[in-house]
């Protein structure tokens, strides 16, 4: 265990989402005004093969419609609103402001990385490929022809690139290992007894994302993960002593619902 605790980094897990509708573009623009260091973001394929920011396979929760996120084209999704949801009050209280597709609406991954770029300081970003064997690689092969246009893929005046992918799938992370080697890659982990096979099967540079619980369950597998030259990030990190917890453990980077309270906890 380190002997001065870490100061992570601050990711906004699906946007500002403890008060924000869940990957909306309002939800991405608070978590920015309130100074969130990353973005995390759940991307799928729509059926004409747009990557869009959602995190469930079915539209239910999110946008009220039956159907899924991979039989449906972008168009029809651009009809949702997903932000009802969260306030669906909204529409009787005279103060709120008005229904605005482009903040409540579906959010295209490239619409998210254009407002990072666009950006006044820079600001990082997790992409969290859901279920990506199903498609057997083009998934994968769609974020990076995408983080090509950024020019995210072999950045430039050797900086690191601001993105970095993240999956439970071990094989989705080796295939976006082969096609963008310099993109960091985060192996997430849901089980401590993955652990032991995943470390013999990673890369020496991925970085591990356990969960909240597991570090909680299991109080030395942060410790193992580091003692193996991995980095640690961490979700879903909400409260103070989670938080602190991971800073004793010496976590890199939290994730969060809470980005404008994490970063007051740490004084940021
Ligand atoms: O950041 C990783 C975390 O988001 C994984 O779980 O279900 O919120 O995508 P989930
Ligand atoms: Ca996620």
Redesign the pocket.
């Known amino acids: 265990m380190p002997s001065v605790p870490s100061v992570p980094q601050v990711v906004a ?2 946007g500002a989402s403890e008060e924000n509708a869940e990957h909306t573009l309002l939800a991405y623009v608070k978590a920015l005004d309130a100074g969130a260091e990353g973005l ?3 991307v799928r394929l729509t059926a004409d093969g747009h990557l869009v920011c959602v ?1 469930d396979r079915d539209l239910r929760r999110t946008a009220a419609k039956r159907g899924l996120v991979s039989t449906s084209n972008l168009e029809e999704l651009e009809e949702l609103d997903f932000a009802a949801w969260k306030n669906p009050w909204a529409d009787l209280d005279d103060e709120a402001p008005e229904r605005d597709r482009t903040y409540d609406g579906v959010l295209t991954l490239r619409k998210l990385l254009e407002t990072v770029a666009d950006y006044d300081r820079r600001v990082e970003v997790a992409i ?1 490929t ?1 279920h990506p064997t199903r498609y057997g690689g083009l998934v994968e092969k769609r974020v990076c022809e995408m983080l090509h246009d950024f020019g995210w893929v072999e950045p430039t005046g050797g900086g690191p690139s601001p993105v970095r992918v ?1 999956s439970f799938s071990h094989t989705a992370l080796q295939r976006m290992e082969r096609l963008a080697p310099k993109v960091p890659v985060v192996q997430l982990l849901d089980k401590a007894q993955y652990w032991p096979l995943l470390r013999r099967v990673m890369g020496p540079d991925w970085i591990v994302g356990p969960g909240i619980e597991l570090l909680t369950e299991h109080p030395r597998l942060a410790e193992r993960i580091a003692g193996s030259g991995h980095d640690v990030h961490v ?1 879903t990190v909400n409260t103070e002593a989670e938080l602190r917890r991971c800073q004793e453990l010496g976590v890199r980077a939290v994730i969060t619902d809470r980005p404008a309270y994490v970063l007051g906890l740490l004084g940021k």
Do not use: T, V
Request: glycine share 0%; net charge negative.
């Open positions: 897990h699906r995390e973001c759940d995190h969290e859901k993240m979700w």
